[in-house]
């Protein structure tokens, strides 16, 4: 493990004690270059892009009723995916003073100085300005703009006023992680409705207990580097509390869609039953909550991947349920 102000070979290969030969050379050359691609790729959070795609994609299905043409499926991802990206990367050259400190950010390319804030900063750039081209060409206007508005809130908005400034960063910086339901929606309409709009606010009621409990795992990282994150400055029990209060209104919000969209009956089956065990999941935690801050006992990081899990079959559900039922 690397550790602040610890230096670390950008390279690394087999070494016999003779010297390295042409091949060895080659072969660190070719370790640095997959290392170089790391970094940036890395920058990109690839974890939090498969997460925003998996709300995009099945919201296509849905407003299709069907499956929808295959090239705008792919200019949406592509799109979707260098937006994000960019946004993960701007936010990586924020917050690199903070990620130092970080156990759970250290490891990223410019703490460990793979890549420069110069070169980062141009590389979301460049992302930001090819995936406005790919959305706006090969998509539409309307998605191409909120795709880019909301890479602009996430980093405006999110990253460089709320984040180190309210317990309720997430909250409302969470609104930039809702915006693919929109742009999935409108990338086969062309227009907006409340079906999309839905979607939206189950993404933005889920977003606060997710990132919650993953808070609450790193509670003092974040303290250490003053990010008021809510499991900073409240107890386990409160955060366990909130957490509960924002899942009912989560699962009721995901409902909403059977009246408002005239779904078949796969989505209100699978919405029922994935928000129930959402539920049973966010009261344990808030009852092992009570009474101590031993996060041994607490175990957020199963409310963490549960609310991944479920997230994910939801939005599989969005697509299926057209499919079995038009």
């Given at each position: 493990?690397t550790y602040v102000g610890e230096s670390?070979?950008a390279m ?13 050379g080659?072969?660190?050359g070719a370790?640095g270059l ?10 990109t959070?690839p974890?939090?892009i498969?997460?925003l ?7 296509m299905?849905?407003?299709?009723r ?8 792919v200019?949406?991802?592509i799109?979707?995916t260098l ?8 936010n990586c050259?924020?917050?690199?003073d903070i990620d130092e400190q ?7 390319a ?8 110069g070169?980062?900063?141009?590389f979301a750039?460049?992302?930001a300005?090819i995936s ?6 090969w998509?539409?206007?309307l998605?191409a703009g909120l795709?880019l508005?909301?890479?602009a ?8 006023i709320?984040?180190?400034r ?7 910086g969470g609104?930039a992680?809702?915006f693919?339901a929109l742009?999935?929606?409108?990338a ?8 999309p709009?839905v ?6 009621f889920?977003?606060?207990?997710h990132?919650?409990a ?12 003053d ?5 900073v400055?409240k107890?386990?029990?409160e ?6 209060l ?8 995901s ?9 078949g009956?796969?989505y ?6 994935l928000?129930?065990?959402f ?5 344990k ?6 009474g101590t ?6 175990q ?8 991944n ?8 559900a969005?697509?299926l ?6």
């Amino acid at each position: 493990m690397t550790y602040v102000g610890e230096s670390r070979p950008a390279m690394s290969g087999p070494h016999d004690g003779r010297g390295a030969s042409d091949d060895s050379g080659q072969h660190h050359g070719a370790a640095g270059l997959r290392d170089v691609v790391a970094a940036y790729v890395g920058l990109t959070k690839p974890r939090v892009i498969e997460l925003l795609l998996l709300t995009t994609v099945p919201v296509m299905f849905f407003a299709q009723r069907g499956v929808p043409p295959l090239g705008l499926v792919v200019a949406t991802v592509i799109g979707g995916t260098l937006s994000a990206g960019s946004a993960s990367a701007y936010n990586c050259v924020y917050d690199r003073d903070i990620d130092e400190q970080m156990r759970r950010t250290r490891r990223r390319a410019l703490p460990r100085h793979m890549v420069t804030p110069g070169a980062a900063l141009a590389f979301a750039t460049a992302l930001a300005v090819i995936s406005t081209v790919v959305l706006g060409v090969w998509v539409n206007p309307l998605s191409a703009g909120l795709s880019l508005g909301a890479n602009a809130f996430y980093v405006f908005g999110y990253t460089m006023i709320l984040k180190r400034r309210t317990t309720q960063n997430i909250v409302w910086g969470g609104l930039a992680g809702c915006f693919p339901a929109l742009i999935g929606w409108t990338a086969v309409t062309g227009e907006l409705s409340w079906v999309p709009v839905v979607l939206f606010a189950v993404v933005f009621f889920w977003t606060p207990p997710h990132t919650w409990a993953l808070a609450l795992r790193y509670r003092e990282d974040y303290a250490n580097v003053d990010v008021p994150m809510l499991p900073v400055v409240k107890n386990a029990r409160e955060v366990g509390r909130q957490i509960v209060l924002y899942a009912w209104v989560m699962v009721a919000t995901s409902l909403l869609l059977w009246p408002v969209a005239g779904t078949g009956p796969v989505y209100p089956v699978a919405a029922g039953v994935l928000g129930a065990v959402f539920l049973l999941e966010a009261h344990k935690m808030w009852s092992r909550a009570r009474g101590t801050e031993d996060l041994s006992v607490i175990q957020p990081m199963r409310l963490f991947h549960h609310s991944n899990l479920y997230l994910s079959l939801l939005f599989v559900a969005v697509a299926l349920d057209p499919l079995l039922f038009r």
